[in-house]
């Protein structure tokens, strides 16, 4: 077997202590969800619709949460005729402007850990479901927090700590 001058490089390459740092740096940044997660299921191709503060914003908090492993995107970009079909939607969702994520959580434990990191990670709307979160960094929207279902309040002021 041998090895081509390309791959001698990067065997040089990846030997140098700096290059395992910039090595890191790049891998350390990729997205924890795929595409297909942040799509609206009428459109697979709108997961570029999602605003880009709004997927790095959630991705730090899966992050901080340490959650990536348990990563269920239930609802991110929706197109309008989608989210007109969904008994519960508002007609200003964030989600038809790329800027909302739901996730889908096991345990309230997890759900708890992801709100807190949600509010650390700077989002300033938090809606807190039975095992479900919203998070939304819409500036068209008031901040705050609220339960769910919808008109019902959270069952903790996930700010309270931070204001």
Same mark, same amino acid.
């Given at each position: 077997?041998?090895?081509?001058? %390309?791959?001698? @490089?990067?065997? *040089?390459?990846? $030997?140098?202590?700096?290059?395992? *740092?910039?090595?890191?740096?790049?891998?350390?940044?990729? +997205?924890?969800?795929?595409?297909? %997660? #942040?799509?609206?299921?009428?459109?697979?191709?709108?997961?570029?619709?999602?605003? +880009?503060?709004?997927?790095?914003? #959630?991705?730090?908090?899966?992050?901080?949460? $340490?959650?990536?492993?348990?990563? +269920?995107?239930?609802?991110?970009?929706?197109?309008?005729?989608?989210?007109?079909?969904?008994?519960? &939607?508002?007609?200003? &969702? %964030?989600?038809?402007? /790329?800027?909302?994520?739901?996730?889908?959580?096991?345990?309230?434990a997890?759900?708890?850990?992801?709100?807190?990191?949600?509010v650390?990670? /700077?989002f300033?709307? *938090?809606? *807190? /479901?039975?095992? &479900?979160?919203?998070?939304?960094?819409?500036?068209?929207?008031?901040?705050? %927090?609220? $339960?769910?279902?919808?008109?019902?309040?959270?069952?903790? @002021?996930?700010?309270?700590?931070?204001?």
């Amino acid at each position: 077997m041998s090895i081509s001058s %390309s791959s001698w @490089d990067l065997i *040089i390459m990846f $030997g140098n202590p700096l290059a395992w *740092i910039l090595a890191i740096a790049l891998f350390s940044r990729r +997205r924890i969800c795929d595409r297909e %997660s #942040y799509s609206s299921p009428d459109d697979p191709e709108s997961f570029h619709l999602l605003r +880009r503060s709004t997927r790095r914003m #959630y991705e730090r908090a899966i992050r901080i949460s $340490g959650l990536a492993d348990r990563c +269920r995107v239930i609802s991110a970009v929706r197109t309008a005729s989608y989210n007109r079909t969904l008994p519960n &939607s508002v007609e200003n &969702s %964030s989600h038809t402007r /790329g800027m909302a994520v739901d996730t889908q959580f096991d345990t309230k434990a997890e759900r708890d850990r992801f709100v807190e990191a949600a509010v650390k990670a /700077g989002f300033p709307r *938090i809606g *807190i /479901g039975n095992l &479900s979160v919203h998070v939304d960094n819409d500036p068209e929207l008031p901040p705050g %927090s609220w $339960g769910y279902p919808l008109g019902t309040p959270p069952p903790y @002021d996930p700010f309270e700590k931070y204001f």
